[in-house]
């Protein structure tokens, strides 16, 4: 009774929540991890994450690859400039803030790979893509119409090797209260590109949020913010390669 007490109240906070559950990958369908189950016995190419919540802490280690992080078990290998579409929760319930996807280079087997350090790169990003802040167009308003999913194309020059990719979202509908989704992915990159993101593209995740910039910790319903059309993405600028 206890048991099905907490997944009564686990399911009904998941409604409000949740993050990506399935991509497609230069065509194939890749199954992510299901939360709220066990992580024996799912085959899957994304890190473990336990629950549809956000993290709301920016210094939070779940900001890499969400909680916990028990490494995937499946790899999807996907040729540089393939397109990756992931499949969000559907519908989303969230269209106003970012939506930005990251990669970085497990310099090896992802399996041993934390994700710390300033080892993350955009490959692509969109925020307020018209209107205001409080009633505008944002990406993830622009993913939850494309039917709650968000295409990414791996930049064509990349170094082939092994990454994650980490998709995600800022939600900033609660004032002064902003919620990430992020979860991770692993992937083989091929091809003969050379292509290796300089210094001034990485930054580290937890790091690059933080709640002392206005950008993150922001209300966009203030009279200060009435009217407002322009916002900007915190972090280095997207890789194209
Ligand atoms: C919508 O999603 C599809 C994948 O299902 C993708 O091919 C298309 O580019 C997306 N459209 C936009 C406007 O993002
Ligand atoms: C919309 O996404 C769902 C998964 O959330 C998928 O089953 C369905 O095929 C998609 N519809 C279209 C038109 O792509
Ligand atoms: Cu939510």
Known sequence: MKNLLTLVASASTALAHGGVLTYNIGGKIYNGFVPY???????????????YNPIQDPTSSGMTCNLNGAVANEIATVAAGSKIVSYWTNPW??????????????????ASFTGTGKVWFKIDQAGLISGTLATGLWGSGEMVNNNSTWTSTIPANLKAGNYLLRTETMAIHTSNAPQWYPECATLTVTGSGTGVPASSYLAAIPGVYSM????????????ANAGVTTYTIPGPPVYTG
């Open 37 to 51: 189950n066990t992580p024996t016995g799912q085959n899957t190419i994304q890190r473990e994450w336990d629950s």
């Open 93 to 110: 319930p969230h269209t106003i803030g970012p939506m930005v996807t990251w990669m970085a280079n497990c310099n090896g087997d992802c």
């Open 212 to 223: 002392s910039d206005p950008e993150v910790n922001i209300d966009i319903y203030s009279n």
